[in-house]
């Protein structure tokens, strides 16, 4: 692939719907996983997010945020907003978090945009002493990020690698009252670039999210194995967990979860194809290192995955804020870098196991509370 491809329009807009108090959230999210010259099989991790929501506070990892006012979009489609960037930064061996943890002014600018040289591309940029920017090259063939932070500068550009992972897939759906979601996802790219001054490769995940909802709690993962395939998995659940107003780890009432609904992908390279899973399972133990160890079963009748993942490091975001009444909502979401021990698929075709790849770089969320 020479671009990325797919519509990569709605990467420069928002308010496709009408926006709603409280609950209105919109972020751009980059998760870049790469090789670790230690030998770590967990490689290295950066996650950074752009992000704008439509409450008059939010507290983020106990810093008060405040985005005054709705997203301004002028004549010409760009767009100025009073957002947060925030970003945590895995080096192998030590989780950096926060890394990045900036409210601040964000522009947007793309497709056709007078202040932007190309009729496709863009960019989102914080206006801010550091440049903490992303972006989109007018002729599609590679996006970039850049930071400045106190741990060094990250300069990466992510390139596509296949189409099946780098051609842009959207998602959406409505609920109630106006409440509902869309997504813009580009499962894979391959990441080059230089931190610190340092050469860096591997992959990047990249998401752009309207949620217009309760943020409910949930499981989630991603990896991206050697051969250019993916696998995903989603479970929305209630749990014990929903009250919870803190971030501490591994509660007593931890005990079971109940799906609202499941899901899973599998962009196969071998068989050529891409698979979707209905039925999902997730679980989680905590090993003597005091991180989840994961289990996840995918399964439609045709192909079988099993998955175990460690957790070698935890980063996490607490979001706390005021909703009607006076009362306060709390959301603590965690990511945690994976290392794979075991992998497991079965097919029409056979079986495979882990050690039919060499590198598979890996990361899951669980969530907890009710930000609502």
Known sequence: MQAFEGDLSGLWRLQDRDPIHHLTWDWWWWLVMLEDEGGNPAGKQLMVLWSTKDNPIVEVNGVKWQPVGRPGIDEDGGIAIEGMVAAWWYDGKEMHEPLVLESCRIIVVGDGNPQWPGESGGAVVAVNEKELSMGLKPDLSEFWLRLETEHGSFDLAMSP????????????????????????????????????????????????????????????????????????????????????????????????????????????????????????????????????????????????????????????????????????????????????????????????????????????????????
Request: glycine share 8%.
């Open 161 to 372: 690698w296949n189409p099946a992972m780098s051609t842009a897939r959207q998602a959406s759906a409505v609920y109630a009252k106006g409440m509902g979601y869309d997504i813009l996802r580009l499962h894979g790219s391959i990441c080059k670039g230089k931190i610190a001054g340092k050469e860096v490769k591997g992959s990047a995940y990249f998401q752009k999210v309207c949620v217009q909802a309760p943020s409910i709690p949930w499981f989630w993962g991603v990896l991206h194995l050697d051969d250019g395939s993916y696998i995903d998995w989603f479970v929305p659940h209630l749990s014990p967990l929903v009250s919870v107003k803190d971030s501490k780890p591994n509660r007593h009432r931890d005990i079971t979860h109940f799906p609202l609904s499941q899901g899973g992908l599998f962009h196969d390279v071998k068989n050529q194809r891409s698979e979707s899973f209905s039925k999902v399972t997730v679980e989680r133990v905590i090993s003597e290192s005091g991180l989840p160890v994961f289990s996840i079963h995918l399964w439609n009748g045709r192909s079988e995955i099993r998955i175990e993942a460690e957790a070698v490091s935890r980063a996490h975001w607490t979001f706390d804020q005021p909703t009607r009444g006076g009362i306060w909502s709390h959301l603590t979401y965690n990511e945690y870098p994976l290392k794979v021990n075991k992998l497991a698929i079965k097919d029409e075709n056979g079986s495979r196991k882990r050690n039919d790849w060499g590198t598979i770089h890996g990361n899951a969320e669980h969530s907890w509370g009710l930000l609502h």
